[in-house]
């Protein structure tokens, strides 16, 4: 289930993917470790990597979708090829990902637009080997899109000029399809908000500064009287915020892979040099606490696997009547990331002082990680957005047609058509029971389930009240909870369609009950937790069942990656 650049061929795409997909780790692989690490310490600005994406139209053909790829029959918007490529950037570093990533999101809001000539405008900038920035974010706003101090006055002849600055905007300083949110200066409510198409090549666009300390150009720009013809308009009103939105569910779903990417190459990296490192006579690898650690970190980025794989198929498979993934996006961003992060401290922790050595890939990605879970809205507001499905996920299950694997070479055109981004409470979801029941034989898999039950009857018979309803610190924890059961439903989904071994599925499910423990504790622990709440808690944990036999084959998986993969010098 891990990528491994010696063997990487997804036999599941079209030809050119494949090709496109190998090409990308070639060029990385030819490059080298010394040069990638060399850039990353030195922040040499990635020009290289977008001049072989450029040659190669990587990006023109993953993220030009059918309705503007003309009769190129191989552009279309495909996640899981998208979801791929993002994985292998991420693999050689974030900084590689990034200027992906960011184009993906400043496409967001021309794809959706109905501007014939400005999505034209993009995908030949595409073709040109252009890349694209979302400029959303502003200084003095934050997470705060309500309010924006780029202001677009009418220029009297149906434009405007637009004037303000833009803050942490990825290829803010190179990009030629710059996505803008703005307001139009004197109109109130709604109908204020504007979504614009700019070019950093202008010269009434003026590249201030790099505010972040790395190889990644996050840009904060200003537009000085920018003229905004009406051409350069992709969205007005109450769409223009809808665009914002429906962009970032798009873009939010690259982060899964980027953390799978990033922790899969420290892992080789570690078990690898743990593995050959002798103290005492002996491997550090004999170690019981060390191999507890790589089960642990091998258990959870199966899990980030399973659950973001599995929710390619429900992204990919959403239309108006199914808006399923709405609850599962949020769940690849919050929780997917945070793990990735959790394998990368267990990692840490076993590597010591290998994993701050110049020559190594292990000290940028356990830097970079950190990033993940609070890029495209922080862990709170994910799991804010979480909660909303809760009553409906947990109480109101309805029956859908089974959605299967999704890696055809379809264009995930819904996307780009996704409708207000309101109504979440009215989302139904099939009954998460029903997965777990079948997995009732893996004994976590049934004490998970018991812990979920659990939950079920918290809300029930001890629910938040008013007061506690109102407090975030408190539903946030709640959340957390809620979100262990959704995310078990689909790690198990995706472990029968691929016929996971059981003992890796234990080991998953060894995590995931310890993990709904910890919670529970804190929970427990709350300022306004009640006596029946605290009592749940404590009645909610559980010990996973300790299974030697299961320990030992997950270990050897893990083992097996012991010299399995070591990019090239
Ligand atoms: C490296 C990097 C690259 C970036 N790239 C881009 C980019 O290309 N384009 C772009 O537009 N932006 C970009 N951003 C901006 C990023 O999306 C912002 O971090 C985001 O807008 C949140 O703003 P903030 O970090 O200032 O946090 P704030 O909004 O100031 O939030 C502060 C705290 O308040 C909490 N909070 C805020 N709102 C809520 C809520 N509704 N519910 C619960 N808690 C809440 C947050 O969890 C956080 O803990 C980038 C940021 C970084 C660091």
């Known amino acids: 289930m891990l990528l491994d650049p010696n063997r990487y061929d997804p036999a599941h795409f079209d030809p050119e993917t494949r090709r496109l997909l190998r090409a990308t780790i070639d060029w990385f692989e030819a490059r080298g470790k010394q040069r990638l690490v060399r ?13 072989f994406a450029a040659a190669e139209g990587l990006f023109a053909t993953f993220l030009t979708p059918a309705r503007d790829a003309g009769p190129n029959a191989d552009k279309r918007w495909d996640t899981a090829r998208i979801a791929a490529l993002s994985e292998v950037l991420a693999f050689y570093g974030l900084n590689y990902w990034y200027p992906w990533q960011v184009t993906v999101l400043g496409l967001g809001p021309v794809w959706q637009s109905e501007n014939a000539a400005a999505r034209q405008r993009a995908a030949e900038a595409l073709d040109a080997g252009g890349v694209g920035a979302f400029g959303l974010s502003e200084k003095e706003h934050g997470a705060d899109i309500y309010a924006s101090d780029m202001v677009l006055t009418p220029d009297g002849s149906g434009g405007y000029t637009a004037t303000g600055g833009k803050y942490y905007i990825g290829n803010g300083n190179c990009a030629t399809t710059v996505s803008v949110f703005g307001r139009v200066d004197g109109v109130e409510g709604p109908d204020q908000y504007v979504f614009f198409y700019a070019d950093s090549t202008h010269p009434n666009y003026h590249v201030v500064k790099n505010v972040v300390p790395s190889q990644m150009y996050v840009a904060e720009f200003r537009l000085r009287d920018y003229p905004v013809r009406a051409e350069d308009i992709l969205h007005t009103g109450e769409a223009a915020f809808s665009a914002a939105l429906n962009t970032v569910n798009i873009g939010k779903f690259n982060l899964c892979f980027g953390g799978i990417g990033l922790t899969t190459h420290a892992l080789y990296e570690a078990i690898t040099h743990a593995h050959n490192r002798i103290l005492y006579g002996n491997p550090v690898t004999d170690f019981p606490h060390v191999r507890r650690q790589f089960v642990d970190a091998c258990a959870r980025l199966t899990g980030m696997r399973l659950f973001s794989d599995r929710a390619v198929d429900y992204f990919r498979s959403a239309n108006p009547e199914d808006r399923r993934y709405l609850l599962f996006n949020p769940i690849t961003k919050m929780k997917v990331t945070t793990e990735a992060e959790a394998v990368l401290a267990l990692i840490g922790d076993i590597v010591a002082a290998k994993g701050f050595e110049a020559d190594n890939y292990l000290p940028l990605a356990k830097m970079d990680v950190n990033g993940l879970p609070k890029l495209e809205g922080t862990v709170a507001v994910n799991l804010a957005l979480i909660g909303k499905f809760m009553p409906a996920y947990l109480f109101q299950p309805q029956a859908y047609p089974r959605v299967g694997t999704r890696t055809d070479p379809a264009d995930d055109e819904f996307l780009f058509r996704q409708g207000p981004a309101r109504g979440l409470g009215k989302v139904r979801f099939h009954d998460w029971r029903e997965v777990y029941a079948r997995h009732a034989h893996l ?17 029930s018979t001890a629910a938040p009240d008013a007061a506690q309803q109102g407090d975030m610190d408190f539903t946030l924890t709640l959340g957390e909870l809620f979100t262990l059961i959704v995310y078990g439903q689909l790690i198990l989904e995706q472990a029968e369609i691929l016929g996971v071994d059981s003992h890796l599925v234990g080991a998953v499910f060894d995590v995931l009950v310890r993990d709904f423990s910890r919670h529970a504790v804190e929970l427990h622990g709350k300022r306004s937790s009640t006596p029946a709440q605290q009592q749940w808690a404590v009645s909610a944990l559980r010990k996973p069942v300790t299974d030697a036999a299961a320990f030992d084959a997950v270990w050897r ?8 993969y070591e990019m090239k010098p």
């Open 557 to 564: 998986q893990v083992l097996a990656l012991s010299g399995a």
């Open 39 to 51: 850039d990353y310490h030195e922040k040499v600005f990635y020009q290289d990597f977008l001049d």
């Open 443 to 459: 004994p976590n898999v049934a004490l998970f389930t018991e812990q979920a039950n659990a939950f079920v009857e918290l809300l």
